[in-house]
């Protein structure tokens, strides 16, 4: 068992460290007011395929990333309960 531990925790540590990275890498999205007041057309070309852009491919992973470090959170709660 305790093999299985040291491996979920080497797997709990490379999902951080990438997930960090990958959340610094990105750029702020947010308009703010002045996108509100101004109006922000999302009909372009560029809105319709954002998911295709680079991106977009960085904001799903970490969409994913922050999916499996949850599970692996509860995981590894799991197995040092036992």
Known sequence: MEIVKNILIAIYVAVCIVLIILAMKQSKEDSGASGAIVGGSSNSFYEKNKGRTKEG??????????????????VLSIVYAM
């Open 57 to 74: 491919r960085m904001k799903r992973g970490t969409i994913i990333l922050g999916v499996v470090f949850i599970i692996l959170t509860v």
